[in-house]
């Protein structure tokens, strides 16, 4: 596996199915941080969960919320960005066709296609 992935392309690079309705594309990486862009089905969902990796995101169209540990739901929209610490528990509800770019530093491994 490469540790390194300098260019990408959202048009021609592969997807992969995250979970029912959530496709990833992985733009770029190296072993500090990585760059991903997510395409989300209107009423999918991600379960609670956590991972070492912290993760900044910015919402390129649609409406999801986002469920914290504690409960407390944080509702973007286009043009909203958002940030989750390294094993801060967080899960989603997808509430139109969504499109977002995400950062997670360091890279995730499991993400490297």
Known sequence: MDQKKHRGNLHTDKRVERAKGIERVTLTYDQDSMIC???LEKGSTLDMHTHPES???FVVKGH???IKGDGEILDLHAGDAYYFPSMD???SKILEDTE???CFSPSRDDYKD
């Open 37 to 39: 862009y997510f395409y």
């Open 55 to 57: 993760q900044n995101g």
């Open 64 to 66: 999801i919320h986002f």
């Open 89 to 91: 528990p967080h899960g």
């Open 100 to 102: 977002l770019i995400e």
